[in-house]
């Protein structure tokens, strides 16, 4: 079993920054591939970046050059940071793992006031 417990969504103005965290725990960490989803209200669940256990990684078009996922399997952990936020980036982010299934966190709101 694993979990994952995201930190670090709030409100903030376009323009602005936030860094999401997840830390994972219950599996070996560094075999999985980690990442980030988000939902908007009336929206679908949308990939936003992951990154695998080799450390390729992966953008959705939308966020490209403005977001950057990394890993430290060390602390277990994925980030996710998020520059020059646009009102269209408000969403639930979702971090979640995948090896032979996937697990996901409860979510993390952003919210971006214009």
């Known amino acids: 079993q694993v979990q994952l417990v995201e930190s670090g969504g709030g409100l903030v103005q376009a323009g602005g920054s936030l860094r999401l965290s997840c830390v994972a725990s219950g599996s070996i960490f560094s075999r999985n591939t980690m990442g980030w989803y988000r939902q908007a209200p009336g929206k679908q669940r949308e990939l936003v970046a992951n990154v695998d256990s080799g450390g390729r990684i992966n953008y959705a078009d939308s966020v490209k050059g403005r977001f950057t996922i990394s890993r430290d399997n060390a602390k277990n952990t994925v980030y996710l940071q998020m520059n020059s936020l646009k009102p269209e980036d408000t969403a639930v982010y979702y971090c979640?793992?995948?090896?032979?299934?996937?697990?996901w966190g409860q979510g993390t709101q952003v919210t971006v006031s214009s």
């Open positions: 979640y793992s995948y090896r032979t299934r996937y697990y």
